[in-house]
Nanobody, 122 residues
Framework: VQLQASGGGLVQAGGSLRLTCAAS????????MGWFRRAPGTEREFVAG????????LSSDSVKGRFTISRDNAENTVYLQMNRLKPEDTAIYYCVARNGRILSQPDEYDYWGRGTKVTVSS
């Protein structure tokens, strides 16, 4: 499956963005989907994940209550709604997929898309 993230940009602190991950090649209904991010000089960080049918989601403590992951299997698309953005959310965000249940370690994911850059100004 090929993944393409979009929707990043520059936003002021407190603002919102919605990232979109468009998949192609295979139906995402067979995959647990998620988002990771990497800020300059840091390791990849798990942001959120969603199960195959969307019935279960997992979020990191740093974004819980502010970010929401969702999926539309019919449209082969995954979303990350980001509200109340903070400067520390600045990073490149990557859409990921894996066969099976969602996990929070980057090495567990088989497919990575090109990232989309999010910059939050203070």
């Amino acid at each position: 499956v090929q993944l393409q993230a979009s929707g990043g940009g520059l936003v002021q602190a407190g603002g919102s963005l919605r990232l979109t991950c468009a998949a192609s090649g295979r139906s995402i209904s067979n995959y647990g989907m998620g988002w990771f991010r990497r800020a300059p000089g840091t390791e990849r960080e798990f942001v959120a994940g969603i199960s195959l049918t969307g019935g279960y989601t997992l979020s990191s403590d740093s974004v819980k209550g502010r970010f929401t992951i969702s999926r539309d299997n019919a449209e082969n698309t995954v979303y990350l709604q980001m509200n109340r953005l903070k400067p520390e959310d600045t990073a490149i965000y990557y859409c990921v997929a894996r066969n099976g249940r969602i996990l929070s370690q980057p090495d567990e994911y088989d497919y990575w898309g090109r990232g989309t850059k999010v910059t939050v100004s203070s």
